[in-house]
Each structure stands twice: as structure tokens, then as C-alpha cells.
């Protein structure tokens, strides 16, 4: 164990604070959790002093300063996994172990925590599971005997949908690799044929959008990155999805990883650099063990490396792992965490595109905008245009969970309704329907006569809804609201990143009083009105501004729900 | 800043800037107050406590006037209700967590937007023991409102020490040493520049806390002086 640590230590050498967080993946590793004497060791080797790196591990949930047992088992507590009983696994899981709740037992074998949404909720109820010495598995439909068997490390994938663009229809072609998946012919046209300005070009024209949940156009945003001074650039992929109730991008890294490859080398060439980062949310250990195994394959082919297809173009593409923050899918955070820190959002301006990643003009894209590029480049921004409407132009991923018959990812045409939609492709509402919460945790409600607003970008703001990540709950009468908004304030509260008062302090605020919904307090209400207005118009970042979005939609479509309970 | 000037509203005056002034920069020209509780002049502007936010052109967002810079032609309004109601409101839920009894300048606030004190009751307060582990300052962490300031003097903002952290987050942030090891076995140089931007009484010299403490001189001067190597032997 002790030469473990040292050659980990060892292959460090010569690296600076960046390389924080994989060095703490890999001490961790080897011994279940990080020590005062290997934070001392790592110190002096990354020359960052050791009171922040014990800072970083504190932020990142998935780090471990204390030891914990040879297995941790992570339980999904957030809404989807708790229709369907996340709550029971998680407390059979305990008594069989002895255990009062979260924690480890004294022979030192389990540890056992509850976990934010695992990005599984078409499989729920999920579980992510961290054997010392073996790589992280994420176990989906999980019973308690699974949680506590010997599992070989096979992981699942999930099934394909039906008709899709992005998505695979044919998983039996092996689409995870490079032989299923093809030449990227799309690249070789962009490098052969087309300047970099042509390609911005091509996507500016498609009227893509963003789709991790802000819909800024994708070619401005590589505009302005090209455009920017500076001889440094980079390319980061966000691949941090943690929005409660979306997995879009894990199905496509999963299933998808060559798409996705293409996409960061098109935005590499396109505003011009010779690296690009993948940031993963640490829970997805299977997409980040796909996509390493596709770049190893591209690299060899001559798709991705030095010297890419003959031509005089390269790209090294890094992945690299978070540790468990919901606030580093905001992309200043997102950078943060990359270099070494604790993901604290900057502020902003300076934007990513001047001043990104290590200070370099930086295009920061979601999984799916990314899977959307070779289509364009290959097929024309016309052809893309052709999908969708003038304003949400293209197909666009949704993941649907909760009360439907066929939960999963779809990839639709945005304009359908939300309730022929449902009907149509989800195998319809299971029993009567109740509410739908649209976006996620940082999202709104749709009540039974709402749901024929069309799914695109602007009639669902113009409802004063919103698409965000194209996440969409269904929940039917049997739901306890109540409940849900409780989980939706202790995923906020357990996520804020403590930077700002409004947040730090109003997400706190605002579970306590989600806590006692079955016995509120007079003027509970107006303290959620207050609590969430000042998050919304006074915090530094989107979490803060959106933390307390599906509360004030309940306030306003739920409002009995905010009277004690008869 | 270069020698262009800019020209916005605050409050209905209108008033002239140099380019990259902060809106706070304008408003103290303008002879308008703002409140701050993170800001200090000797520390890297973070923006925290968003006590300082102001309305630019009726945003989706407020302002944080300590290092937003002014608009050419904006209209900035620095006290009106979505203003206030933040102020109120962050003030109100600082008061759940935190003990502000030591902080005249933050209870001056609280009386002049008129925070209610018991708004936010059963609220979790952020409690700790008072740490006393060397001779030269206390640390009182229920005090502390997580401005930031100490760790960043004893860091990049002026002594490069690194003796402190921020550790775990959200609600349950607090300012720590590496591991909570103590002061004296940190890096610490006991500068005591910490004390000095500390903007409530959560550092304090041990001498101003032995005094409150009723002390006698001599306790205090066994409390406060460290042993020298001759005394020692």
C-alpha cells in the first residue's frame, strides 16, 4: 500500500494545483479516504499549501477526509428514486447493517450515505457503489441484496430509443465504438474543406442553442472565443449534469461516445486550440470509463492526437472527474474545479469566452450541443433547421421520469405538445395526472391544464415555464407534494456552494420551512416569497437564482399545500 | 481606469464617473450610502454578502454595487423595494445563523431596513465552541459571517501564510485551519492582520477578551505572553 502511495505520489511530480483533483481521485483510491499525511505529501509535490487542499476535499462531497468503509454505498434520495422506494433501500440497507443512518459500520466493510439525484431516474431507484481498489460502479433498479452482494463490474447500458439523431437506433452496431460509430467525417470535411470561420458559420446559421440549460447560440459563443485576444484557448465540455431528473447526457456518453469526441474536435478546430477538457460528474463513473476507452481509440486511429487525419491540426482531449458538487455544472465553478479549487461560480464578467478556463478564452459546452455539431457540419445548418421550430431549431434530448409508462430519453422535434408527448411517446401518464415539474429541481410546474404548451425554448418561457436541461417529471395524484418540495429544499441546501449570503443562508432558510409544511408556522409563506425573491434577484449564480424557482411556482399553483395539513 | 468618463443615474441624479468605476465607487461620489458587510478597501472584492446590491435598469437581477461597474447611461436606483427586500431579508436570515451581537454595523442595518430579529424562528444557528488555542487571539466562529476577509489577508491578498481554509460548504461553511489542527501547530505567523479585517467579534486579541473576561493582570499576563526559551529552562 505504502509503494502505491508513493508511485501515486511519484507520477505527480512536476505538477501544479490543476492537477488537485486527480491526485486526490487517485490517493483516495488506494486507501478509501485522504490522510493528513498524503494531504502534506501532495502539498509539497503540487506546491499548493495543505490547509486548501483540506479546504477542497471539504467541498467535494465525494472526497473523504475521515476513513470509510471498503464499500460505500451511495442511496439516491431525490424525487424519482423516491416514488418507487429509494427511502425503503435505504433504510432496509441500514438495519441490516446495524446502522441508525448515514455512516459506516465498526468493522470498518460499509459505509452508507444518502446521495443527490444519480442522473438515473429511468432507472431508479439508483445507487452508486465505491469498492476500495475497484472502480465505481452506478447500479440501477437496486434492492438491498444488490447493494450488499459481491458485483462484478459490469455495468449496465441503457436501452436505445426509437427514432433519433443523436441517439443510436441500432445499439446492436456497437455505437460506443469507433467501428460502430464511423469515420469522423464530419471532422475531415471541417480540416479539408472548411476554414474555422466556416464552420461558425455553418453553426450560427443552425440557430443551435445551448442545451445544458441557459440557451445561449452556440455560435456566438465559439464567435466570441475565436475572436477573443489571447494565443492560449481552450474547449471544455460540460459533462456535469446533475439537474434532479435529467441522464440526457449520460445516455449519450454512454451510448454516444464518438458523437460527442467529434463535437469538442469540431469546436476545438472551430475557435481554435489544441486542448479540450471533459468535466464529468463524478457519480457517472461508466460514461467517463466509455469515453476514456473512445479517446484511447481515436488516438490510434489518427481521429484525435497529433497530426489528425495527415492534416497539421491536433487535439488532446482530457477528461476529468468531479467529486460530487452540483454548482460545478456552472461553468465558472466547472473551471474552478478543473483548476485545482474549491468550485466556487466567479463573477461574471469577465465571461468564459474572454476569460475562462486558467484565464484563457474558453467555449464551454453542454453534452448534447456538442452531439449536435457533426450533424450540422456534415449535413448543413438548413438540414438542421428543418427539426424544430425557427426559435428551438434542432432535436432536442428530454428525460422523462416519474409516472409515465416508458420512462427515459427521447429525442424530439420541438413543437409537439407536452401532452401528446407524453401520450404518444412516453406510453401515457400512469394513473391521474397531478402536476409536471419542467427542468428539474431548478424548475417549474405544469398543472393537468397546462400541458399543451408546445415543448419548445419559447413557448414554454412565454407559459412562464422553462425547458432548462429537458428534464420532465410526471407526477399523478398518489404524489405527496409536500414531500417533494421538502427533497427539491434539501437538494439545494446540500448543494449551495456557501459563497454568497442569499444562497448560503436562503437555502437553509428555505428547507427549514419546507420541513414543517404539514405543520407551518403563520407567515411561512411570505417567508418562502421573501426567501425566494432575494435568492433569485441577489445571489452571485444560477444555482442561487433558480434555487427557489419551483417552490415560488408552487406557492402560486399549489397554494393549499402551504396550509397545515388536515 | 483611463481618463474616459461615463455618465449614469443613481437615484435620479445624474453623475460622472472615470470608465470602470464601481457603482459603489459613484454612489459614495454621489454622496449616496450603500451598505457593506464583505467589502473591505485592503481585500479582493468577492462580492459575498450582497447586502450591496442595487437595481440597474429594473434587471432580472440586482447589482452588487462593490464591483459591478457602472453603465454608460443606466439608470440605477439603490434603494428601491426589490432592493430593500433583499437587504432586509439577507440581514434577517444572517441574524438566524449567526450571533451579531458583536457587530454594531450590521445591527445598525438591521434597524435601518428595519429586519425583523425573530423573522426566521426554529432557524439552525451555526454554533461552535470558542477556539483558544494560542496567545494572541480567540477565534469565535458563531460570530463569524464568512466575509472571507481573514482568509484572504492570510493569504494572497497580504501575507501569503496560508494558515486558513474554508472548509466544508453551503450553510455549514466555516473558516478552519488544515485538519483543525491548532494555530500554533499552522503555519500561522500571528501577524494579526486577521483580527484587523474581522468585522464582528469572531477574532479577537486575547488581551480586548480577557479584559471582557474580567481578568486580573496577572492571569492576563499568563494568558497572553508566550514562554521564552530562557524562562523556560
Known amino acids: 500500500m505504502i509503494a502505491d502511495i508513493d508511485a501515486i505520489l511519484e507520477s505527480y511530480r512536476g505538477r501544479g494545483r490543476e492537477a488537485l483533483l486527480p491526485a486526490l481521485w487517485d490517493l483516495q483510491g488506494a486507501q478509501g479516504s485522504i490522510s493528513p499525511e498524503n494531504v502534506h505529501r501532495i502539498s509539497h509535490i503540487l506546491r499548493v499549501p495543505e490547509a486548501d487542499i483540506y479546504g477542497v476535499i471539504g467541498f467535494y462531497t465525494l472526497f473523504h477526509d475521515e476513513p470509510t468503509g471498503r464499500r460505500i454505498i451511495r442511496v439516491c434520495a431525490d424525487p424519482t428514486c423516491a416514488l418507487v422506494g429509494a427511502d425503503d433501500v435505504l433504510h432496509e440497507l441500514c438495519d441490516r447493517l446495524s446502522l441508525s443512518g448515514d455512516g459506516s459500520t465498526p468493522d470498518g466493510e460499509y459505509t452508507v450515505e444518502h446521495s443527490p439525484c444519480l442522473g438515473m431516474c429511468d432507472y431508479a431507484p439508483a445507487a452508486l457503489v465505491s469498492e476500495r481498489g475497484e472502480h465505481d460502479i452506478a447500479l440501477p433498479r437496486v434492492t438491498v441484496d444488490d447493494l450488499l452482494d459481491k458485483r462484478d463490474g459490469a455495468y449496465f447500458t441503457p436501452a436505445g430509443d426509437d427514432e433519433s439523431v443523436l441517439l443510436d437506433p441500432s445499439l446492436d452496431a456497437a455505437p460506443q465504438t469507433l467501428a460502430g460509430y464511423g469515420d469522423y467525417r464530419a471532422l475531415r470535411q471541417a480540416i479539408f474543406e472548411q476554414s474555422p470561420e466556416q464552420v461558425i458559420s455553418a453553426v450560427e446559421a443552425s440557430g443551435l442553442i445551448g442545451r445544458g440549460g441557459a440557451a445561449f447560440p452556440t455560435g456566438l459563443k465559439w464567435k466570441f472565443t475565436r475572436g477573443a485576444a489571447g494565443d492560449i484557448k481552450y474547449v471544455v465540455c460540460n459533462a456535469d449534469e446533475s439537474e434532479p431528473g435529467t441522464f440526457k447526457d449520460r445516455v449519450l456518453m454512454e451510448q454516444r461516445p464518438h458523437l460527442l469526441l467529434e463535437g469538442i474536435a469540431l469546436a476545438a478546430y472551430a475557435v481554435g486550440t489544441g486542448k479540450a477538457y471533459i468535466f464529468v460528474r463524478g457519480e457517472y463513473p461508466n460514461a467517463t470509463a466509455i469515453l476514456a476507452s473512445a479517446i484511447r481509440e481515436a488516438e490510434a486511429a489518427g481521429a484525435l492526437g497529433e497530426g489528425i487525419m495527415g492534416s497539421d491540426f491536433a487535439l488532446d482531449i482530457e477528461i476529468r472527474r468531479g467529486a460530487g458538487a452540483y454548482i460545478c455544472g456552472e461553468e465558472t465553478a466547472l473551471f474552478e474545479a478543473i483548476e485545482g479549487k474549491r468550485g466556487f461560480p466567479r463573477m461574471k464578467p469577465p465571461y468564459p469566452t474572454t476569460f475562462g478556463l486558467f484565464g484563457a478564452p474558453t467555449a464551454v459546452n453542454n453534452v448534447e450541443t456538442l452531439c449536435a455539431i457533426p450533424g450540422i457540419v456534415r449535413q448543413g445548418a438548413d438540414w438542421f433547421r428543418r427539426f424544430g421550430t425557427a426559435e428551438s431549431a434542432g432535436t432536442k434530448l428530454v428525460s422523462v421520469s416519474g409516472h409515465v409508462g416508458r420512462s427515459g430519453v427521447y429525442e424530439i422535434q420541438p413543437g409537439i405538445t407536452l401532452r401528446r408527448f407524453l401520450d404518444d411517446y412516453c406510453g401515457g401518464v400512469i394513473g391521474e395526472l397531478r402536476t409536471v415539474l419542467m427542468g428539474g429541481a431548478a424548475g417549474t410546474f405544469l398543472l393537468p391544464d397546462e400541458i399543451d404548451v408546445p415543448l419548445t425554448f419559447e413557448d414554454l418561457r412565454a407559459a412562464g415555464s422553462t425547458f432548462g436541461s429537458g428534464a420532465i417529471m410526471v407526477f399523478n395524484r398518489s404524489t405527496d407534494l409536500r414531500d417533494l418540495l421538502r427533497r427539491l429544499g434539501l437538494f439545494f441546501q446540500h448543494e449551495s456552494c456557501g459563497k454568497c449570503f442569499p444562497c448560503q443562508l436562503g437555502t437553509q432558510r428555505q428547507v427549514e420551512i419546507l420541513e414543517r409544511l404539514e405543520a407551518p408556522r403563520a407567515g411561512d409563506r411570505e417567508r418562502l416569497h421573501d426567501i425566494g425573491l432575494t435568492m433569485s434577484e441577489a445571489s452571485i449564480c444560477g444555482l442561487g437564482h433558480t434555487a427557489a424557482l419551483a417552490v415560488l411556482s408552487a406557492l402560486e399553483k399549489f397554494p393549499e399545500i402551504f396550509d397545515a395539513k388536515e | ?233
Open chain 2, 1 to 233: 481606469m483611463t481618463d474616459e468618463t461615463i455618465t449614469l443615474t443613481i437615484d435620479g441624479k445624474p453623475i460622472s464617473v472615470p470608465k470602470g468605476a464601481t457603482l459603489l465607487d459613484a454612489a459614495q461620489e454621489a454622496g449616496i450610502d450603500i451598505p457593506v458587510i464583505c467589502y473591505h478597501e485592503a481585500t479582493s472584492p468577492n462580492g459575498l454578502c450582497r447586502v450591496c446590491v442595487v437595481d440597474v435598469d429594473g434587471g432580472r437581477v440586482l447589482q452588487p454595487a462593490c464591483v459591478a461597474e457602472c453603465g454608460a447611461d443606466t439608470r440605477v436606483e439603490t434603494r428601491n423595494e426589490r432592493v430593500e427586500r433583499s437587504r432586509r431579508t439577507i440581514l434577517e436570515m444572517l441574524n438566524a445563523s449567526v450571533n451579531l451581537e458583536q457587530a454594531p454595523e450590521i445591527q445598525d442595518m438591521m434597524a435601518d431596513y428595519s429586519a425583523d430579529d425573530e423573522r426566521f424562528p426554529d432557524a439552525r444557528r451555526r454554533e461552535s465552541e470558542l477556539i483558544d488555542d494560542n496567545p494572541f487571539y480567540v477565534r469565535d466562529y458563531e460570530q463569524c459571517v464568512l466575509c472571507w476577509r481573514c482568509v484572504q489577508v492570510c493569504a494572497e491578498d497580504a501575507q501569503f501564510t496560508f494558515a486558513l481554509t474554508l472548509k466544508n460548504r453551503g450553510h455549514e461553511t466555516s473558516v478552519a485551519t488544515a485538519f483543525d489542527i491548532s494555530m500554533t501547530e499552522s503555519p500561522c505567523v500571528f501577524c494579526g492582520q486577521c483580527v484587523g479585517v474581522c468585522p464582528t467579534g469572531a477574532l479577537k486579541p486575547k488581551v480586548e477578551w480577557g479584559i471582557e473576561q474580567g481578568w486580573s493582570s496577572e492571569e492576563m499576563r499568563q494568558q497572553t505572553r508566550r514562554k521564552r526559551k530562557k524562562d523556560a529552562g
